[in-house]
């Protein structure tokens, strides 16, 4: 998840405002307060706003309770009433937090999983923190990138398709000879709503002439971005067989049982972006590849710290419920809850889940 950009300017006028208004005296002064937040010096930041239980709440911690909000939400906090709110609600959450730890859901498997994705997120942002900014990459690894990987940055000529398609080999031969012969677009358009098995049957729900046919955007057989699951690849082929825009295939197009009068509506030539156009997300993807590489190092130097054994027989033995591999399946029931009434009781059948068939 990306952070919104934080008003340091703002925050710490928030917190400088809390240490001058505050009537809570201090309980005790940590002796390890963790960095200081922005603007606020060690011992302000070590400054106890609350205690809860043995917990305490400083002024740091309030301080980093503002700066993971989004800067339009931290606006709400500027007033002394709002900032005892916000106080309030950390305490709340201190308390849930207490109860549920001597209640024991702290060991629970989802808590737990949910604890061990945090701290991995921790970890790879603290593995992060040594990266450069885009724009502090240097310009030298810009254009070696840029130079290593010359097809990312050349755009290969488009053509637009259009067709009228028939079921027929003898009616396709004869819209086609009538097609070569039609001068403009409206007359192609005619002739498409007259004869296209893809043409509306209400006419006023029709397409402009000019755009009628239109089966969409492709670039030059080959090229794997260019395809297009409206335009079969004959069709494809046949379109950059036309010499000019405007104008229809010489020869009938067979694909997947139909029969195709192409015509090219349209022409973008090929383009290879410059340096100066590439840059920006040439930086982006150097910081992403960097990225990548520390959370390798990162995932090696910890392999060989805490050995890693896989029991490859036991997990081939793994043999998923037919109620988590079939679409649409209801969950199986509840044993603690021998009564509660499953989807179909309750009104309708659950939804298939976004994992089925994967």
Not at 5 to 21: D, E, G, Y
Not at 102 to 111: I, P, S
Not at 165 to 181: I, P, T, Y
Request: charged share 30%.
């Amino acid at each position: 998840m990306i952070r919104a950009p934080v008003r340091r300017p703002l925050l710490a006028i928030s917190l400088a405002a809390l240490v001058s208004s505050c009537d809570e005296p201090a309980l005790q002064v940590p002796a390890d307060a963790g960095e200081p937040v922005l603007g606020l010096s060690a011992e302000q930041s070590a400054r106890v706003l609350a205690k809860v239980g043995d917990r305490v709440i400083t002024l740091g911690d309030f301080g980093r309770t503002l700066e993971r909000m989004d800067q339009f939400d931290r606006l709400r906090y500027q007033t002394k009433e709002r900032r005892r709110e916000l106080l309030s609600e950390i305490i709340d959450a201190e308390l849930l937090a207490l109860e549920a730890k001597r209640r024991g859901l702290d060991k629970e498997a989802a808590v737990e999983d949910a604890i061990r994705q945090i701290l991995r997120e921790a970890m790879i942002a603290q593995a992060r923190k040594g990266l450069p900014a885009p724009a502090d990459i240097p310009a030298s690894e810009v254009r070696a990138y840029y130079e290593a990987n010359a097809d990312k940055f050349s755009e290969p000529e488009r053509r637009r398709v259009s067709a009228v398609v028939v079921g027929d080999r003898a009616l396709g031969e004869k819209v086609l000879k009538e097609a070569q012969k039609a001068a403009s677009s409206s007359a192609w358009g005619e002739l498409f709503l007259k004869h296209s098995q893809s043409a509306p049957k209400d006419k006023t729900k029709a397409p402009p002439l000019d755009l009628a046919g239109e089966l969409g955007i492709v670039s030059p057989p080959g090229d794997p971005r260019g395809a297009h699951p409206q335009v079969p690849e004959p069709v494809r082929a046949a379109v950059f067989r036309i010499a000019s825009v405007g104008a229809v295939s010489d020869e009938l197009v067979e694909a997947d049982g139909r029969f195709y009068i192409v015509r090219l509506s349209g022409l973008t030539g090929g383009h290879r972006r410059a340096l100066a156009e590439a840059e920006r997300s040439i930086r982006v993807a150097l910081l992403q590849q960097k990225m990548q590489e520390q959370e390798r190092a990162l995932e090696d130097e910890l392999r060989k710290k805490f050995p890693v054994e896989i029991n490859d027989a036991a997990l081939s033995s793994v043999k998923l419920p037919p109620q988590l591999t079939q679409p649409g399946s209801a969950p199986p029931p509840d044993p603690a809850k021998p009564n509660a009434p499953q989807p179909e009781q309750a009104g309708g059948a659950a939804p298939p889940s976004s994992d089925a068939g994967k």
